[in-house]
C-alpha cells in the first residue's frame, strides 16, 4: 500500500510537471509573435522609412538634437532598449529570487510589452520618435519578462530533460510566429482588396503582435506555479530579518553584485561570456537581416516576409533535431557546430546579389536551421551552471544579450553603416561574434562547471 502511495504521488507530481511544462511553452507562442513580426519583419524597414520621411536634406534626424543617419536609427533604438533592460533586469530578477513570486513581475512585464506594441498601430507620417519610444519599452519588457520566462527551466524540468523541454518551447514559438506571418502576409499582399493602405495593413500587423501577446500570455499565467525561495521561508520562520531589512540596490549596482557572486563561479561566467558573445552576432542579424534585404539588397517586403516565414518554419525543425544532436553529442559540441554553420552563412550574405530573393530564400533556409537550436540549447545548458536559489538573478544576466536585446551588435551594426554608408560591411562585421564566441565556449569544460554549481551532471551534456 505505502509503495502504491510513491507511485502514485510520484505520477502526480510528473502529471503537475508537465502541465507546467505545458503552460510555460505557451509564452513562447505568446511573445514570439512580437520578435518575428515586429522585430524581424516589419519595424525596422517601417521605422527606418518613417526616420527617413523626417530626416533633412543631408538624410539626418535629431533626436534631443544629435544627429543620427535615419537608416541608423532603428539599430541604435534597439541598442538604447538593452541599457533600460540592464537597469531593469537585475533588479527584477533579484526581487523574483528573494520573494519567489516570478508570477506577478512576468504578468506585469509581458502586459507593459504587448501594450507598447499595440499602440504602434499609431506609429504613421513623421513620428519616428514614437515609434523608438515604443521600441525601447517594448523590448525592455519583453527582455524582463523572457528573464523571468527563461528561470522557470531548472524549475519544471529535471536536468535530464532540459534540451529536450528548451527545444520544444523555441518550436512553439516558432510555430506561433509562422502562423500570424501567414496572417500578415495575406494582409499585406492583398491590403487594397482589404480596403486599407500599405502603410495602415503593415501597422495593424505591428498591433496585432501586441494582441496576441496578451492574450496568449493568460495560459502560462494560469498554469505556471510560484515557489517559495529559501530566503521567503528564512523570512517567515524569523531567521531572515537581515535579509529582508536589505533595500533594493539601483540595476547597475545589482548587476554589479550578480557579477561578483558568479566570481565564486568562474567557468559560469566563462560560459555566460561566451554566449553574449556569439548570442549578440544571432540577434543582430535577427532583428538587422530585413534592413539589410530590403535596403541593399533592394527586396520588396513580401519577399522579406516570406523568408523570414521560411525561417519560422525549418526553425521549427531545426531546434527539435538539434535537441536530439544534443542528446547524442552534447549540447556543447552542438552548439559549437551551429556557431560554424553561422559563420559560413553570414559569410555567403555578404555575397548575395541584388534583386535576387532565390538567393536571400537559400540563405533564410540555412538561418532556419540553426536558428532555433543554437538558442535552445544554450539556454537549457545555462540552466545547468546556475547555482540553486539564483535562477531569476542569473537568467537576468543572461538575458541581456537575448531575442534582439544585445547592444553591442546592433551600434556595431548602426556605426559601421554610419561610417561606410554600405549594409555589405554593416552585415560582415558581424561574423566577428561568431568566431570569438566559439573560440570562447570552446574552452569552457562544461562538467566541471555544473559540478561547481552545485547542480547534478548529465550523462551526455
Not at 33 to 51: E, N, Q
Not at 271 to 276: E, Q, S, T
Request: proline share 4%; glycine share 10%; hydrophobic share 50%.
Amino acid at each position: 500500500m505505502g509503495t502504491d502511495t510513491v507511485r502514485t504521488e510520484a505520477g502526480d507530481d510528473a502529471a503537475g510537471r508537465r502541465r507546467e511544462q505545458r503552460g510555460w511553452y505557451f509564452y513562447d507562442w505568446a511573445c514570439s509573435v512580437y520578435s518575428t513580426s515586429v522585430l524581424t519583419v516589419f519595424l525596422g524597414p517601417y521605422l527606418t522609412s518613417v526616420a527617413e520621411k523626417a530626416a533633412d536634406a543631408d538624410g539626418f534626424v535629431h533626436p534631443l538634437g544629435i544627429p543620427v543617419r535615419a537608416g541608423s536609427f532603428f539599430a541604435y533604438s534597439v541598442s538604447l532598449s538593452v541599457i533600460v533592460a540592464v537597469l531593469v533586469m537585475p533588479l527584477v530578477g533579484a526581487a523574483a529570487d528573494r520573494t519567489g513570486r516570478k508570477k506577478p513581475l512576468l504578468g506585469a512585464a509581458a502586459y507593459v510589452g504587448a501594450t507598447a506594441t499595440t499602440a504602434m498601430f499609431f506609429l504613421g507620417g513623421d513620428r519616428y520618435l514614437l515609434g523608438g519610444v515604443l521600441l525601447i519599452v517594448a523590448n525592455a519588457a519583453q527582455s524582463v519578462a523572457m528573464m523571468l520566462y527563461n528561470s522557470y527551466l531548472p524549475q519544471i524540468a529535471p536536468p535530464e530533460e532540459r534540451d529536450a523541454v528548451s527545444s520544444r518551447g523555441w518550436a512553439f514559438g516558432y510555430a506561433s510566429g509562422s502562423l500570424m506571418l501567414i496572417v500578415n502576409l495575406v494582409l499585406y499582399l492583398a491590403h487594397d482588396s482589404f480596403g486599407v493602405s500599405e502603410s495602415t495593413a503593415v501597422r495593424i500587423c505591428l498591433a496585432s503582435a501586441g494582441v496576441w501577446w496578451g492574450a496568449f500570455a493568460l495560459i502560462p499565467l494560469r498554469r505556471l506555479r510560484d515557489r517559495r525561495s529559501a530566503k521567503d521561508m528564512a523570512e517567515a520562520s524569523g531567521t531572515g530579518k537581515e535579509t529582508a531589512r536589505k533595500p533594493t540596490v539601483p540595476g547597475f549596482r545589482q548587476l554589479a553584485a550578480t557579477v561578483r557572486d558568479m566570481r565564486r563561479h568562474p567557468l559560469t561566467l566563462a560560459f555566460l561570456l561566451a554566449y553574449l558573445v556569439y548570442n549578440d552576432g544571432i540577434q543582430t542579424v535577427i532583428s538587422q537581416a530585413s534592413v539589410y534585404g530590403s535596403e541593399e539588397l533592394g527586396l520588396e517586403q513580401s519577399t522579406l516576409i516570406v523568408a523570414v516565414l521560411l525561417v519560422q518554419v525549418l526553425a521549427v525543425a531545426g531546434a527539435l533535431a538539434m535537441g536530439r544532436l544534443a542528446r547524442i553529442y552534447g549540447a556543447k559540441r552542438t552548439i559549437l557546430g551551429s556557431l560554424v554553420a553561422w559563420t559560413v552563412t553570414l559569410a555567403a550574405g555578404y555575397f548575395l546579389p541584388a534583386g535576387a530573393p532565390v538567393w536571400f530564400f537559400v540563405l533564410a533556409a540555412g538561418i532556419g536551421l540553426v536558428l532555433g537550436g543554437s538558442q535552445a540549447l544554450s539556454r537549457s545548458l545555462f540552466s545547468h551552471l546556475v547555482p540553486p536559489g539564483k535562477e531569476a538573478e542569473y537568467f537576468a544576466a543572461y538575458e541581456m544579450s537575448d531575442r534582439g536585446m544585445s547592444w553591442l551588435g546592433p551600434l556595431l551594426f548602426g556605426l559601421t553603416y554610419q561610417l561606410t554608408g554600405s549594409y555589405r560591411d554593416a552585415i560582415i562585421s558581424l561574423v566577428a561574434f561568431f568566431v570569438i564566441g566559439f573560440a570562447l565556449l570552446a574552452r569552457v569544460p562544461v562538467r566541471r562547471a555544473i559540478s561547481d554549481a552545485g547542480n547534478p551532471v548529465p550523462t551526455t551534456i
